[in-house]
């Protein structure tokens, strides 16, 4: 058996780790020397490329670690297999900066898409293989709305590499979906408020 408070400290550098590195490839060229302030403002203009899968990545980072957060286990220990795949689960996390540089630089080739999105479809698959195995949870609403994020990660990554086929350009906006994810969990848990409201006895919908 396995402490829960180490893996969970472990996990937490892993994740503040990762998403430090992935600002490194966001720099200027080590030849990049600007006469202006308007060649400056075209070397910012040239980063673009850069920022959109920094940001994204970050963003399916900081999901995944809030996501990973707001389960609770009354389990102090883990087995052996929880453990196997909890390690699975952080490797993919260490590969994202990886990842993240190299659709950064080649964005507009295909294989770089299918780099990016198939090891974001990775880590929503597993993520999803974790919240099956969670030992002894508390609260079976938490591990649903993960269950949901993780399986929106995997089908919106699905949706970027069909994407992929058609323009390499516009496919890693199909893993930008994963930013509306909160939002459209929100309306769901305020709907699911309003009709607990609605079902109760006495209650008089004005």
């Given at each position: 058996?396995?402490?829960?408070?180490?893996?969970?400290?472990?996990?937490?550098?892993?994740?503040?780790?990762?998403?430090?590195?992935?600002?490194?490839?966001?720099?200027?060229?080590?030849?990049?020397?600007?006469?202006?302030?308007?060649?400056?403002?075209?070397?910012?203009?040239?980063?673009?490329?850069?920022?959109?899968?920094?940001?994204?990545?970050?963003?399916?980072?900081?999901?995944?670690?809030?996501?990973?957060v707001q389960i609770?286990?009354?389990?102090?220990?883990?087995?052996?297999?929880?453990?196997?795949?909890?390690?699975?689960?952080?490797?993919?996390?260490?590969?994202?900066?990886?990842?993240?540089?190299?659709?950064?630089?080649?964005?507009?080739?295909?294989?770089?898409?299918?780099?990016?999105?198939?090891?974001?479809?990775?880590?929503?698959?597993?993520?999803?293989?974790?919240?099956?195995?969670?030992?002894?949870?508390?609260?079976?609403?938490?591990?649903?709305?993960?269950?949901?994020?993780s399986a929106f990660?995997?089908?919106?990554?699905?949706?970027?590499?069909?994407?992929?086929?058609?323009?390499?350009?516009?496919?890693?906006?199909?893993?930008?979906?994963?930013?509306?994810?909160?939002?459209?969990?929100?309306?769901?848990?305020?709907?699911?408020?309003?009709?607990?409201?609605?079902?109760?006895?006495?209650?008089?919908?004005?």
């Amino acid at each position: 058996m396995f402490s829960k408070a180490r893996l969970d400290a472990l996990h937490d550098g892993i994740f503040s780790v990762a998403m430090t590195l992935l600002v490194l490839d966001v720099r200027f060229p080590e030849d990049f020397h600007p006469a202006d302030g308007g060649e400056l403002l075209q070397g910012f203009t040239r980063l673009w490329p850069k920022f959109l899968p920094y940001v994204l990545s970050f963003g399916v980072l900081g999901l995944r670690w809030l996501a990973s957060v707001q389960i609770r286990s009354r389990a102090d220990y883990f087995n052996r297999e929880y453990v196997n795949w909890w390690l699975a689960y952080l490797l993919l996390i260490t590969f994202v900066p990886f990842t993240t540089l190299a659709v950064g630089r080649y964005v507009r080739f295909a294989p770089a898409i299918w780099l990016y999105a198939g090891h974001m479809l990775l880590i929503g698959l597993i993520s999803m293989r974790m919240v099956a195995l969670t030992p002894d949870p508390e609260g079976g609403d938490e591990l649903r709305r993960r269950m949901r994020s993780s399986a929106f990660l995997a089908g919106s990554a699905l949706f970027a590499l069909a994407l992929s086929f058609v323009n390499p350009r516009i496919a890693l906006w199909g893993l930008a979906l994963n930013f509306a994810q909160p939002v459209i969990e929100r309306w769901r848990r305020q709907g699911d408020k309003t009709a607990g409201k609605a079902d109760r006895p006495g209650h008089v919908e004005l």
